[in-house]
């Protein structure tokens, strides 16, 4: 009886939500109905219809796309190093296995060359590696992008040959900027060891760095070339004033490096990490956080940051100077009723930034892999080394080996290796063009468009020679064109400070991460409602381009 009862609930049960269920199909029949009315009578205003709309959006992104592919492709020729020296010694080679001159294993590399070549991810995996350490994302080298130029669009001047009179100016300013890590920058003027360097710097017959009256001197000594970099203190505004982050201010000093401590002196430890092996010591910080004042604190900046905090503070920084310090382009300067906020206001600008910086590395990333495969300068370190204690013969410019840079080291260190700032030092990617510089000239550039560079930068600062402070400038007026192309500078110059780069990978990697974001702004400038002309700004070469 029990087991009747309890399938007679059970039937009574699905009847009646049988019942439910065919009223639910009727109510939810009559609401889709409803819905499908609701559509047909779009509540939508505006001067297009969401179809006219979905048109326009479909051929300004194809314009956009055939504008760059209707681009003459250009050239990227290399210097021809690679075929020169058939050992590549003048080649990127970190991170596989050497032998004991620190000339690559061929049969590794070529394994390397043939990935590169065929673009085969399962090549990649058989690279043999010499140590631990990874390579840097070489496949990234092959990616595309939506928005902005093409990667393999862009092209760069070739770099210095490993034998030119330009790379051993390079190589020197490296070494003398090792030697000089822990000189204050505000005792340039009067420091007799930086003395020395600008008078070596000037013998060199092809050193492509800013000069005074044709000679190198000790306020253009390791600055960069473009227009505001001679203009004030040697760091930009943008790494030494309080950053607004939200509904804080961040001040700017940062962990340092105690002094006199330099890495990979000894030939072995250069040896053991041109092979990927780990460093036999780490880092060691001083306790107390420090504004920028040498180029051990520049460099180690820069060894911690990530891909575009230097443009983010510096954006945040200049948009924290209000409408007065925006270019005279934008449309909403002269508004009666309205802000920029989503266009050309601070999420757009800030927005592009990012966007920039991961497009500029991509395009740093082609040139680099699959063009130049540029050495290193700790690598060409070891180079100059094994030539000095006639382990081997190296068709290295005569101007390096007598420099007094090279003497200098030897005397401090007992080697002719690069004193490095980092003890991994540098990254397992190749040498030209600089990230850093890519993601710097991108950013500044992008800022350039939207802020007015002729703006006078209120209360001006500079970092006192120990760091724990900053002092009030007032020597010169600081405009923010200047001061963005000088934190440009001291972003990809500073990583040469490190020794991990040459000047032209930074002052070439500038221009093109400018190139990248100019592409991307030209995509843009069609995609406004408002009564825009058009970007002008001036590029780090001093001229002035529209988009």
Partial sequence: MYNKFVESQISSTKKNDNIAKNKSTQTNKKQNSDENFNLSKSCEIGPLTPLQHSEKAHTIRTDAASFQKDLPIPGNPCNGDSS??????????????????????????????????????EIFEDIPLGGIRKLANPQASYAFDLEGPNS?????????????????SEMAEDYWRALTRDI??????SNILIREAANDMSTFSDYRGPKDGGIVTSGTLFRGNTKGDLVGPYISQFLCKDIPFGSKMVKQQYRTPLPEKDYMTSYEEWLNIQNGGTPSSLIEFDPKPRYIRNGRDLGE?????????????????LLSF???ALCPENPYLCSKTQVGFITFGSAYILDLIAKSARIALEAAWFQKFLVHRRLRPEEFGGRVHNDLTWATDYPINSELLNCKAISKVFDKYGTYLLPMAYPEGCPTHTSYPAGHACIAGAGVTMMKAFFDEDFIIPNPVVASPDGLSLLHYSDEQLTIGGELNKLASNISLGRDTAGVHWRSDGIEG????ESVAIGILHDFKKTYNEDFKGFCFTKFDGTTVIV
């Fill in 301 to 317: 900046w820069v060894h911690g940051d990530f891909t575009y905090q230097c443009a983010l503070n510096a954006c945040l920084i």
């Fill in 510 to 513: 500038l221009k093109l991460g």
């Fill in 184 to 189: 204050p920058f505000a005792e340039y003027n």
């Fill in 84 to 121: 020169l020296y058939p050992n590549k010694i003048a080649n990127y080679s970190k991170a596989l296995p050497h032998n004991e001159l620190g000339e690559v294993n061929m049969s590794a590399y070529n394994i390397w060359l043939k990935a590169l070549t065929t673009g085969n991810p």
């Fill in 322 to 324: 209000g409408e007065k």
């Fill in 152 to 168: 393999h669009h862009l092209t760069m001047p070739v770099p210095p040959n490993f034998s030119s009179a330009c790379i051993a």
